[in-house]
């Protein structure tokens, strides 16, 4: 297990919106001035006078590796299973197919409850003891249920999560596993979310919504963090992200940010790509249109659950991040998603959730119109596993 933090680089959390403070040790949800997203900000300036970067040589391969600039944890709430510093593996199979020469793959998949949806809720639940929060709340399209389930379980907390009725059995099963009875909603997570605030503004459980509480942002943001590590500090050129609340893709940006002050990496900064799938695109359709914010998306349906979300809190920061990064939105048919799935099964021996397969068609797409150069070097990102959709096969 990493080493406990004597120290944290932690200020405040701060407004995304209107740039709002508040106290790190306040049980706080979103913006109370504006309603906006709130991020953690730390001070860095002890870290980048540290010996950290040879330190991480010798410590234990998970995201606590990076506590010095996590939130504050003490030893008995930091609630982990394993979570984090997934592989970075090669695909040239695939490469060749989509002619880019050097391809990678984030592989998610190996976190506990087979997706990357741990890192936030190893974080979060986490927090949630270090705050004194017994209670939590969560709308899901299946995975982060699953995993707050299964990190609830660990610490002790009491989760409720509500799904979309049409979730495929496997989630709900899993989530029941882990002793949690899932609530189904007829609609989307966007229904489920309602019923979900309603719950907590009459219980009191605390919220753990996407991007309606800043602790998951911050293990997600251990994505950002590895990838530089595992690519020697030298970024990759393009990262290929599929994209539903997005807290994956800011987190990644705001740990490129973090490691710029460091002076770790160098820029430029990976052009960022979003995929979605043609029938829930909310943030491609903005994208098209120069919009700042996106609209939501009319009878949302994808057999890739996790993208599966009409209306995204944090859409005016993924438009920011593709527009400071020279970056691009795509959409992929329902077909295509399914292709690139079986081909990472197939060509690379990779289990791949549809939202992994997403990534595939995308970056053959974008070589196709020459948006790629074949010199680029590029990273795909698997979200998780595909063993959960097996209905879909």
Not at 54 to 69: F, Q, V
Not at 154 to 169: C, F, I, K, W
Not at 190 to 198: I, L
Not at 277 to 300: D, E, I
Request: overall charge neutral; proline content about 6%; hydrophobic content about 40%.
């Amino acid at each position: 297990m990493s080493q406990l933090p004597s120290t944290t680089a932690i200020t405040h959390l701060e407004c995304f919106q209107c740039g709002q403070h508040y106290s790190c040790n306040e049980q706080v949800n979103t913006c109370k001035v504006c309603g906006g997203p709130l991020s953690v900000s730390y001070n860095l300036d002890n870290i980048a006078h540290s010996d950290l970067r040879n330190e991480l040589k010798t410590r234990s391969a998970d995201m606590w590796r990076y506590h010095e600039i996590l939130p504050p944890v003490v030893l008995k709430n930091r609630i982990t299973l394993g979570e984090g510093f997934t592989p970075l593996l090669p695909v040239k199979r695939i490469g060749k197919r989509v002619n880019i020469k050097r391809l990678w793959i984030k592989e998610e998949s190996q976190n506990p409850t087979g997706s990357f949806k741990a890192r936030g809720m190893s974080m979060a639940v986490s927090r949630c003891l270090e705050l004194g929060i017994d209670s939590v709340v969560l709308p899901s399209a299946g995975n982060a249920a699953a995993a707050l389930a299964a990190y609830a379980a660990s610490a002790g907390l009491h989760a409720d999560v509500y799904l979309p009725d049409s979730t495929p059995r496997s989630f709900i099963a899993e989530c029941q596993s882990y002793g949690t009875t899932p609530h189904l909603i007829p609609g989307t997570i966007a229904d489920c979310g309602r019923v979900a605030r309603q719950h907590g503004n009459s219980s009191g459980a605390f919220d753990l919504s996407t991007l309606s509480e800043p602790y998951r942002l911050e293990g997600k943001k251990t994505l950002g963090w590895e990838l530089a590590e595992q690519s020697r500090w030298v970024l990759p050129d393009v990262i290929i992200y599929p994209t539903g609340g997005g807290t994956g893709f800011i987190g990644m940006w705001l740990a490129f940010q973090e490691l710029l002050t460091l002076g770790w990496i160098e820029k430029p900064l990976p052009r960022m790509v979003v995929v979605q799938s043609c029938g829930c695109a909310p943030l491609v359709a903005a994208f098209q249109k120069g919009a700042k914010k996106a609209s939501p998306w009319p009878l949302a349906q994808t057999i890739a659950w996790g993208i599966r979300v009409p209306s995204a809190l944090g859409d005016f920061i993924i438009l920011d991040i593709l527009k400071q990064s020279g970056g691009i939105a795509v959409a992929v048919a329902e077909q295509e998603l399914l292709d690139g799935q079986m081909q990472l099964s197939r060509l690379e021996g990779i289990d791949a959730c549809p939202e992994g397969g997403a990534t595939v068609s995308a970056a053959a797409h974008l070589s196709r119109i020459g948006w790629l150069h074949p010199d680029d070097r590029v990273v795909l990102f698997n979200t998780g596993t595909g063993l959960k959709y097996l209905d879909n096969l």
